[in-house]
């Protein structure tokens, strides 16, 4: 790969990009491309990546910390095979001791006795070296290795590099196990969520440079070098110490100057134009709030309207307001009907009821969009970790400002309330709306607390005992009851755009756009939403944070109410741009990418399949199937067949 990324916060196109540009790299300076992802020191794996690995050229995993950091569990695998979210497999190796030793017996012989795999695995694999800051393997270390032959006690040992082992020990091996799911690190939890203002860049930059090389290929611009540029900056900074927020302030500095720079660039190729262009590859067809100097509405400090836009997919239009004169809220303090619900709201922004009224059913078990502040104290892994107890101690929030009604229009009400703890100020701003179903969350947070977790907890009157989570290519499911260790250690995983509980006749979905770490328990789901930490950044966090999310009720499950959809609408913004296109718009499948080929013969469009389901497209003209590296894998005719979270690249030759 380019660096060593986070394998659980970048999107699929971000992880895509870093093996592109990391082959490319390996492919320059040593003439060759490499077969195998060497990633002992990230904080566990999305299921993602095998197939991702495996169409870049990469055949072999490497990752050490599931087998030496796990709190909870012994991974059950050394050598084994690894099935990612779409079957694909890739080999792989979690030695059974740390990347870094220095060569000592005890450590060989510890490596030995861990190794869990004898039956089946082959050889066990020993790193050593002083990694974790350079220097590598000294004269010591060799010579010690030199010697080992010479004690009998020793296990028998043999030096070898990383692609010789994995190629004599996991190839055509049809002795391995296999592991199919996510390679989930139980440790280090609060990366999903440390530097939160951190990730929220990375998370707009991810859409902002797709934007970006889609209007350039319809431009006709060769832009190439400079989106390179720029992906190569962004890709740089998910390095696995910066995009986590485990790092010391000066790297958050040069991030997030990086982060502007990269901003500057991609909004000057995105440019403006007469009319907004929808980038996405399906009907833009959710409200969206479109900005005007002139507007009604106020979204992050911004005058504007809501619109519901129906622009069909990647194509443009004139977009206007339109005046609704008629009553559409009864407000009688703190309850409120819509056209969609009956809700009672507390002052401090919760929501103590919320009755559907289509689906005459009460959305709220408990505590429902309720802050709670809790006091986080890891230890010596401030930025990495959140344990288990975080709840043992909650701190009293305060109700400076009670809830009220501070604007209205004829498509959204918004209601505020001012929280305070002695140190911070949390202004909550909650929308309900005339045309969507949606319940829009801002906040608005000075935010100067040491050692606390802000979380947002959602108590559903829903009976489910699966989560299902958003990894931007397709879906996991993930258990909400604690029957097992499995289960217990997982009580903060990773997810993206979305998180959904539902029944079979339905649900509710949190959908965010920017926060990456929750919880399940049981019908509760709680998004983590700001930490205060202070090793290795004693300012971490600290200052300024606005972000939002939307509570979405739904009829039917999560892909039925078409959760998904409404989640890259609520992140992708609407651009302006006075281009054309008139090719296949490849619905159901998700336009993940359109670039330039690496060579310039050819636009490459890269797909993925986000639903779980099986189909086949007709094109309007034949393609070529390629891999992520754009090389030419065979020819798909004008039919392109997927399959369940499928990422598929097709080139058209210019």
């Given at each position: 790969?380019?660096?060593?990324?986070?394998?659980?916060?970048?999107?699929?196109?971000?992880?895509?990009?870093?093996?592109?540009?990391?082959?490319?790299?390996?492919?320059?300076?040593?003439?060759?491309?490499?077969?195998n992802a060497w990633l002992p020191d990230v904080f566990g794996n999305s299921w993602i990546l095998p197939q991702i690995l495996k169409k870049s050229g990469v055949d072999y995993f490497v990752s050490n910390k599931m087998s030496t950091w796990n709190d909870t569990n012994r991974f059950p695998h050394n050598n084994f095979i690894w099935k990612g979210?779409?079957?694909?497999?890739?080999?792989?190796?979690?030695?059974?001791?740390?990347?870094?030793?220095?060569?000592?017996?005890?450590?060989?012989?510890?490596?030995?006795?861990?190794?869990?795999?004898?039956?089946?695995?082959?050889?066990?694999?020993?790193?050593?070296?002083?990694?974790?800051?350079?220097?590598?393997?000294?004269?010591?270390?060799?010579?010690?290795?030199?010697?080992?032959?010479?004690?009998?006690?020793?296990?028998?040992?043999?030096?070898?590099?990383?692609?010789?082992?994995?190629?004599?020990?996991?190839?055509?091996?049809?002795?391995?196990?296999?592991?199919?799911?996510?390679?989930?690190?139980?440790?280090?939890?609060?990366?999903?969520?440390?530097?939160?203002?951190?990730?929220?860049?990375?998370?707009?930059?991810?859409?902002?440079?797709?934007?970006?090389?889609?209007?350039?290929?319809?431009?006709?611009?060769?832009?190439?070098?400079?989106?390179?540029?720029?992906?190569?900056?962004?890709?740089?900074?998910?390095?696995?110490?910066?995009?986590?927020?485990?790092?010391?302030?000066?790297?958050?500095?040069?991030?997030?100057?990086?982060?502007?720079?990269?901003?500057?660039?991609?909004?000057?190729?995105?440019?403006?134009?007469?009319?907004?262009?929808?980038?996405?590859?399906?009907?833009?067809?959710?409200?969206?709030?479109?900005?005007?100097?002139?507007?009604?509405?106020?979204?992050?400090?911004?005058?504007?309207?809501?619109?519901?836009?129906?622009?069909?997919?990647?194509?443009?239009?004139?977009?206007?307001?339109?005046?609704?004169?008629?009553?559409?809220?009864?407000?009688?303090?703190?309850?409120?009907?819509?056209?969609?619900?009956?809700?009672?709201?507390?002052?401090?922004?919760s929501i103590a009821s919320l009755v559907d009224k289509k689906q005459d059913r009460q959305w709220v078990d408990g505590d429902f969009n309720k802050l709670k502040i809790y006091t986080d104290c890891p230890g010596n892994y401030d930025a990495w970790d959140i344990l288990p107890n975080y709840k043992d101690k909650q701190i009293e929030i305060k109700?400076?400002?009670?809830?009220?009604?501070?604007?209205?229009?004829?498509?959204?009400?918004?209601?505020?309330?001012?929280?305070?703890?002695?140190?911070?100020?949390?202004?909550?701003?909650?929308?309900?709306?005339?045309?969507?179903?949606?319940?829009?969350?801002?906040?608005?947070?000075?935010?100067?607390?040491?050692?606390?977790?802000?979380?947002?907890?959602?108590?559903?009157?829903?009976?489910?005992?699966?989560?299902?989570?958003?990894?931007?290519?397709?879906?996991?499911?993930?258990?909400?009851?604690?029957?097992?260790?499995?289960?217990?250690?997982?009580?903060?995983?990773?997810?993206?755009?979305?998180?959904?509980?539902?029944?079979?006749?339905?649900?509710?979905?949190?959908?965010?756009?920017?926060?990456?770490?929750?919880?399940?328990?049981?019908?509760?789901?709680?998004?983590?939403?700001?930490?205060?930490?202070?090793?290795?950044?004693?300012?971490?966090?600290?200052?300024?944070?606005?972000?939002?999310?939307?509570?979405?009720?739904?009829?039917?499950?999560?892909?039925?109410?078409?959760?998904?959809?409404?989640?890259?609408?609520?992140?992708?913004?609407?651009?302006?741009?006075?281009?054309?296109?008139?090719?296949?718009?490849?619905?159901?499948?998700?336009?993940?990418?359109?670039?330039?080929?690496?060579?310039?013969?050819?636009?490459?469009?890269?797909?993925?399949?986000?639903?779980?389901?099986?189909?086949?497209?007709?094109?309007?003209?034949?393609?070529?199937?390629?891999?992520?590296?754009?090389?030419?894998?065979?020819?798909?005719?004008?039919?392109?067949?997927?399959?369940?979270?499928?990422?598929?690249?097709?080139?058209?030759?210019?």
């Amino acid at each position: 790969m380019y660096v060593e990324p986070d394998c659980n916060i970048p999107t699929a196109e971000s992880l895509v990009r870093q093996c592109l540009y990391g082959q490319q790299t390996y492919k320059r300076m040593f003439g060759k491309t490499v077969n195998n992802a060497w990633l002992p020191d990230v904080f566990g794996n999305s299921w993602i990546l095998p197939q991702i690995l495996k169409k870049s050229g990469v055949d072999y995993f490497v990752s050490n910390k599931m087998s030496t950091w796990n709190d909870t569990n012994r991974f059950p695998h050394n050598n084994f095979i690894w099935k990612g979210i779409d079957g694909t497999s890739v080999l792989a190796c979690v030695p059974p001791t740390h990347f870094i030793t220095w060569n000592m017996p005890s450590q060989i012989q510890e490596n030995w006795e861990a190794y869990i795999d004898k039956d089946s695995g082959g050889q066990t694999m020993n790193m050593f070296g002083y990694g974790d800051g350079g220097s590598g393997c000294t004269e010591e270390m060799i010579e010690l290795m030199h010697r080992f032959d010479k004690l009998s006690i020793m296990p028998k040992c043999e030096h070898m590099g990383g692609q010789e082992f994995l190629e004599k020990n996991l190839k055509n091996n049809d002795s391995l196990q296999t592991w199919d799911g996510e390679l989930y690190l139980e440790m280090h939890r609060g990366t999903f969520t440390t530097k939160s203002n951190m990730k929220r860049a990375n998370r707009r930059l991810e859409y902002k440079l797709r934007d970006a090389e889609i209007l350039s290929v319809l431009r006709g611009e060769d832009n190439k070098k400079t989106i390179t540029d720029a992906y190569k900056k962004l890709l740089i900074n998910q390095f696995h110490d910066i995009l986590p927020g485990s790092h010391i302030h000066p790297v958050y500095e040069d991030a997030m100057k990086d982060y502007a720079e990269i901003e500057k660039t991609v909004d000057s190729l995105i440019g403006t134009g007469s009319k907004y262009f929808n980038t996405l590859n399906f009907k833009r067809d959710a409200l969206t709030f479109v900005p005007n100097k002139k507007g009604t509405a106020t979204r992050y400090g911004v005058k504007g309207n809501w619109i519901i836009p129906n622009i069909p997919a990647l194509s443009s239009a004139s977009l206007r307001a339109t005046k609704f004169n008629d009553e559409w809220l009864d407000c009688n303090s703190n309850n409120i009907e819509t056209p969609f619900y009956k809700a009672v709201l507390n002052d401090d922004g919760s929501i103590a009821s919320l009755v559907d009224k289509k689906q005459d059913r009460q959305w709220v078990d408990g505590d429902f969009n309720k802050l709670k502040i809790y006091t986080d104290c890891p230890g010596n892994y401030d930025a990495w970790d959140i344990l288990p107890n975080y709840k043992d101690k909650q701190i009293e929030i305060k109700v400076s400002e009670k809830l009220s009604l501070c604007e209205l229009d004829g498509e959204c009400a918004t209601f505020k309330t001012v929280l305070s703890t002695d140190k911070s100020t949390w202004t909550m701003l909650i929308r309900f709306f005339r045309r969507s179903r949606g319940i829009e969350v801002e906040n608005i947070v000075d935010w100067n607390e040491k050692h606390k977790l802000a979380k947002a907890e959602f108590s559903c009157n829903v009976l489910t005992r699966k989560a299902l989570c958003d990894t931007s290519a397709g879906f996991i499911e993930r258990d909400t009851h604690k029957n097992t260790t499995w289960q217990q250690a997982r009580f903060e995983t990773c997810h993206h755009k979305w998180a959904d509980l539902s029944e079979t006749d339905g649900g509710v979905a949190l959908i965010n756009d920017g926060k990456y770490g929750i919880g399940f328990d049981e019908n509760t789901m709680s998004l983590s939403l700001l930490r205060a930490t202070i090793r290795p950044d004693v300012t971490s966090d600290m200052g300024h944070h606005n972000f939002s999310y939307m509570i979405y009720p739904h009829e039917n499950g999560a892909v039925e109410a078409g959760v998904n959809k409404l989640a890259f609408q609520f992140n992708e913004q609407l651009v302006k741009s006075d281009v054309l296109y008139d090719g296949d718009t490849f619905e159901p499948l998700y336009l993940q990418a359109m670039k330039d080929s690496e060579d310039g013969s050819m636009t490459v469009i890269r797909l993925s399949e986000q639903d779980g389901k099986r189909g086949k497209i007709k094109l309007s003209k034949s393609v070529k199937l390629l891999d992520m590296l754009e090389n030419v894998i065979g020819e798909a005719g004008d039919t392109l067949e997927y399959k369940p979270f499928e990422i598929i690249t097709i080139g058209i030759q210019k």
